[in-house]
């Protein structure tokens, strides 16, 4: 069953541009462009594309926020833009740039608030909150006005008020933006869990690959509004021949490292950086240098997300 259909879907905007001393022209930008694309009940799906590519407008528009110029939107049945109130009931949004929290509230009272919003029942309340106060590490929080927050702790604190409803579909604008390694590890791990164990729909907006390889099975790219690439992460990466890069500390400096399946493309002391494709699994490679060289330590780095797509373009391999 398709909990998301979008067909055709449209939105400009008109933005005013100066134009000489004393003109101003009116210019249209097509942020979303002619989309078209089903997510299916309980996919994990990464929508990723470079700045501008008109990704939080598609999210805005599925969400009710925004209302399409032209074109056909279903979430759950629901036109999001008629009628928001259901919508809302059936689904949780966070825009990692913005909070859904209030301001100057404690963590706890926002969640009340959600409680009385969505009539949550009690049982289930208290339920969801538990859990997501245990995964989450919300516990020391709950107290604290909102903007007391880092951006890691209000941004766990933004998922759980997503999430306390049992929304069916869970949209998710940058939630790992600007988040610390143990933040965005966190996070990860939350969504994985209201994914694998609660069935939720996700959309999933970032510029972190890294992201998208844990959490999604599939992967749509959006560019100048138009959908260039959906298939899953391993069609992403064939399809700009992307290399990932294997880092590997040493015991001591040495010459460039020589193992089948990587090229050394950097050296500096004892680290030494290895490029192999993308697609292909770093296992081997990390055992033919932990057998010929004395090791330290070893981490693999995704490409990119605009390096992807920047050699997914000089393929040409966009129909
Ligand atoms: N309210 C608005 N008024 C005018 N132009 C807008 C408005 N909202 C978005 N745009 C334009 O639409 C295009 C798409 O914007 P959008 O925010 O959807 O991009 P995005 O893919 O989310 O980018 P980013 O990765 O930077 O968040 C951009 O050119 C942007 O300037
Ligand atoms: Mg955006």
């Not at 909990?3 to 134009?19: G, K, N, P, Y």
């Not at 869970?170 to 209201?194: H, M, Q, W």
């Not at 999604?216 to 391993?234: A, E, N, Q, S, T």
């Not at 004395?294 to 000089?314: C, F, K, N």
Request: with cysteine; proline share 5%.
């Amino acid at each position: 069953m398709a909990l998301i259909e979008l067909d055709d879907v449209r939105r400009s905007f008109t933005v005013r541009t100066r134009a000489g001393r004393f003109r101003r022209a009116r210019r249209e930008v097509h942020a979303v462009d002619g989309l078209s694309f089903t997510v299916g009940a309980g996919e994990c799906v990464g929508y990723i594309g470079p700045n501008g590519a008109g990704k939080s407008t598609t999210v805005k528009m599925l969400t009710g926020i925004l209302v399409p110029s032209s074109g056909r939107l279903r979430v759950a049945g629901v036109d999001p833009a008629r009628d928001r109130t259901a919508l809302a009931r059936r689904i949780g949004v966070v825009f990692g740039q913005r909070t859904t929290l209030w301001w100057d509230l404690p963590l706890r009272d926002s969640y009340e608030l959600a409680r009385r919003i969505h009539r949550i029942p009690d049982a289930r309340y208290r339920a969801n909150l538990d859990r997501c106060v245990d995964l989450l590490d919300l516990g020391a929080l709950l107290d604290t006005p909102v903007r007391q927050l880092s951006l890691g702790q209000r941004m766990r604190g933004d998922l759980a008020a997503a999430l306390l409803h049992d929304p069916e579909v869970l949209y998710l604008d940058e939630p790992t933006i600007g988040l610390d390694v143990v933040s965005k590890a966190k996070v990860r791990a939350f969504l994985k869990e209201a994914h694998r164990n609660h069935g939720t729909t996700v959309l999933l907006t970032t510029h972190d690959l890294v992201d998208i390889e844990q959490l999604c099975d599939r992967v749509m790219v959006i560019d100048h509004g138009r959908l260039v690439h959906d298939g899953d992460l391993d069609g992403l990466h064939a399809a700009g021949d992307s290399e990932r890069t294997l880092v590997v500390d040493l015991a001591e400096a040495r010459p460039p490292i020589l193992v089948p399946g990587a090229r050394t493309v950097r050296v500096d002391g004892p680290r030494q950086w290895l490029a192999f494709p993308a697609r292909e699994s770093a296992a081997p490679i990390v055992a033919a240098v932990a057998a010929r060289y004395p090791l330290a330590d070893l981490s693999v780095r995704e490409p990119a997300i605009e390096d992807v797509i920047a050699r997914m373009y000089a393929g040409a391999v966009i129909g």
